[in-house]
């Protein structure tokens, strides 16, 4: 077992899917791609293929996961599938236990450009917020889809990712929120500038 103080060195791609494995199942590379794009994705970032599969070799080579060739369903050739091992679920503990949590960097490309609102025209400062209230509400709904779906087959186990899905959700609608109050203000400014 992997006390606090024994938590291996792992980079963030390296827990996102040790963490993927640590609701019991087991699952391929292509698997933990799905589940990341559904989960992860919404709120931190989801690893891409190439990402997955270096991690789930570096997993295996420290002990913290396992694999195993299974056959085929249906005449294509066989896969491999992975399993956290007792030794990388007392990681993972202890890692989300213990491990400083950063807090939250804003990186915000439409912020950004709200912020050089002066260098663009009206139009395209509205165009921008638009695209951006639009990608928040689809995600908004995607979160909301995948939060029903889960709920429908969730045992116990699910009860935080289902939390972490509702946050998602609420993230979302929040910024769809604030980009109709950010055109709000600007069509506000537009009227009241005293050099219109």
Known sequence: MVDDEKVPALPATGWAVLGLLSFGRELSGYDLKKWADRSLGLFYW????????????????????GSRLVAPESGSRDKRVYRITEEGLAAVRGWARSAPVDPPVLK????????????LEPER????????????????????SD???????ADASWAY?????TWAERYYAAER???????AD?????RNRPWH
């Open 177 to 183: 929120d604030l980009a109709d109050a950010m055109l």
């Open 161 to 165: 990712p289902l939390l972490t899905l």
């Open 147 to 153: 939060t029903a779906a889960a709920e429908a087959g």
């Open 186 to 190: 600007i069509e506000e400014l537009e």
């Open 125 to 144: 400062t509205r165009e921008i917020l638009a695209g951006h209230r639009e990608h928040a509400e689809t995600m908004r709904l995607r979160a909301a």
């Open 108 to 119: 915000h490309g439409p912020m950004l450009r709200l912020w050089l609102g002066h260098l």
């Open 46 to 65: 989801s690893p891409s293929f190439s990402q997955i599969y270096a991690e789930l070799k570096r997993l295996e080579a420290a002990g913290l996961a």
